[in-house]
């Protein structure tokens, strides 16, 4: 997500024109997004544990735009999305879109009032394992009375039907906070892709690892990243990802991803193809190397990787 979700996609959008293709990804992606202001969900679903004991929570709620989600919101999120603020929000397991809708999230404010979110969509994370990732799109804050928490009262269930995230909650992140790494997991083999190219358009599905990958990471962001003055990520930032490994003698080893993936799609994903099968502990990214939307630069982030 080189900017929250949409916010790049949107951008080169703008700078690509309408053309059939682009235009039919656009009606995709609003296919994506739900307006519905009740939680219409109707389970009788109510763990919040998966098998291994890993929680159903929220992981992040980064509050990166005040009132700047560009014009073609309007088109490529929900009527309305135009002018608004956005905030991607990072859940600990994918979630099933078909339960999701705007009413099933609450954002307080500073002051203690009620956001209004307009919309909530997956999109652009919509690579196999990315849909972990929603955009809430509204009226929820400002740099005065900013929203302070997240929180889902709506039954909302993890893409398996067997976890309820109602009643998960998050603290918002700053609107002058940099991006940071939120979530890092071992990809599955099924899942690779290798050798995949990006879509011709800015959102639609990342690049893929080399066909010569011997295991692949993916890290995920809790907002959108570019290189500072916007320039897209790219395979320079994989120097700045470090990955720590456990040798089969117990003894730990830093590897560098020889390879960067999953670019090209506008999301919050990266891919880090390594050379060498093991066991990766946690992933690592230098400070002061992407940035937000405001140009807020991230500090040094590292997040501990699942398998």
């Known amino acids: 997500m080189k900017r929250p979700l949409f916010l790049a996609a949107l951008v080169m959008f703008l700078g690509f024109g309408c053309d059939g293709r682009l235009a039919e990804t656009v009606i995709d ?3 994506l997004a739900d307006s519905t202001q009740v939680d219409t969900t109707d389970t009788g679903v109510t763990a919040t544990r998966d098998p291994s004991g890993r929680a159903a929570v929220l992981l992040s709620a980064f509050y990166g735009l005040d009132d700047a989600l560009p014009p073609i919101s ?5 009527a309305g999305a135009g002018g608004q603020d956005g905030m991607p929000v990072v859940f600990s397991h994918e979630v099933d ?7 099933d999230f609450k954002v307080l404010t500073r002051s203690g009032a009620v956001g209004e979110i307009t919309c909530v969509t997956l999109a652009p994370a919509e690579d196999v394992g990315e849909a972990r990732t929603a955009l809430l799109a509204g009226r929820y804050g400002s740099a005065e009375d900013p929203p302070v928490s997240v929180e889902v009262v709506g039954h909302l269930l993890s893409i398996d039907g067997q976890l309820n995230f109602r009643g ?5 992140v700053a609107l002058e906070d940099g991006p940071t790494l939120v979530w890092s997991e071992v990809v599955p083999e099924t899942e690779w892709e290798l050798g995949k190219a990006a879509s011709r358009v800015p959102f639609g599905g990342g690049s893929g690892c080399p066909e010569e990958t011997q295991l692949v990471v993916r890290a995920t962001w809790n907002g959108g ?4 003055g916007g320039g897209e990520v790219g395979e320079d930032e994989a120097l700045a990802y470090h990955v720590t490994f456990r040798n089969p003698d117990g003894t730990e080893s830093i590897i560098v991803p020889f390879a960067l993936a999953d670019l090209g799609d506008g999301d919050n994903n990266h891919e880090l193809c390594l050379d060498r099968r ?3 502990l946690s992933v690592k990214f230098h400070a002061g190397l992407v940035t937000d939307p405001r140009e807020d630069l991230n500090p040094e982030t590292q997040v501990r990787v699942t398998r």
Do not use: L, Y
Not at 97 to 103: L, N, R
Not at 225 to 228: A, E, G, V
């Open 225 to 228: 990243i570019t290189k500072p």
């Open 97 to 103: 879109a078909s339960t999701m809708q705007a009413g």
């Open 29 to 31: 992606t609003v296919h």
């Open 74 to 78: 309007d088109r490529a999120i929900c």
């Open 278 to 280: 093991g066991e990766p």
């Open 168 to 172: 998960a909650k998050a603290e918002a």
